[in-house]
């Protein structure tokens, strides 16, 4: 939708643009004599020239140059969003998703965002909620766990912490700082062709 919005609006200024580029080539409008064989009808004027023979033109057809103008203010920004969201697809993210990226960016810059990797065998189903992560058929599984510490220091390590990070790996424990957001993998990140095709045939 945003590519065929931004297609209109272009084409829908490239229109205006020839048919009041074809007013003033008509009615004479050059700087120099014999002006009418030359490739284009504003050779030899200046810039004030110029812009005093497009004025007259939006002035003379104000409805074409009215809705010319509009579709040469707004196609930029329909092509910005248009290059944002292929980008987002691209990432494999969403505009919602993009504010949390961005904190744990800034975590990662301050060096607080600790890594874990495992496998299948180390993080074991019952590790997830139901209640906050019910199961998603999905074709990427993560094998990383994060942690964001409070004080940049690892996660504590030994058989006595509570809570998930005391049961990975059986005590094989090999937190690793992350130094880039590019070490931490995108769960939703398939690839950018499998992305587009996500995104207009879900399921």
Do not use: C
């Not at 008509?26 to 700087?31: I, Y």
């Not at 120099?32 to 004030?48: A, D």
């Not at 949390?100 to 189903?125: A, C, F, I, S």
């Amino acid at each position: 939708m945003l590519w065929s919005l931004a297609f209109v609006l272009t084409y829908g200024a490239y229109l205006a643009y020839s048919l009041l580029s074809g007013e003033l080539r008509n009615s004479g409008g050059g700087g120099s004599e014999g002006n009418q064989g030359s490739k284009h009808w504003s050779t030899g004027l200046t810039w004030s020239q110029y812009a005093s023979k497009w004025s007259w033109a939006l002035s003379r057809d104000f409805r074409i140059g009215g809705v010319g103008l509009i579709a040469l203010l707004t196609a930029p920004l329909a092509w910005t969003m248009f290059g944002y969201h292929i980008y987002l697809i691209w990432a494999g993210t969403t505009t919602n998703e993009s504010s949390k990226w961005l904190e744990w960016r800034e975590h990662v810059d301050e060096g607080l965002v600790y890594k874990w990797v495992g496998d299948d065998n180390d993080v074991p189903n019952h590790l997830r909620d139901p209640s906050i992560e019910p199961f998603v058929d999905w074709p990427v599984h993560s094998h990383q766990r994060l942690f964001r510490s409070e004080d940049g220091r690892p996660p504590p390590e030994g058989p006595n912490d509570s809570g998930w990070m005391a049961r990975l790996g059986s005590g094989a424990y090999q937190w690793k700082l992350v130094s880039g957001l590019y070490e931490v993998e995108n769960l939703y990140d398939l690839g950018f062709w499998d992305n587009l095709k996500d995104a207009f045939w879900p399921g």
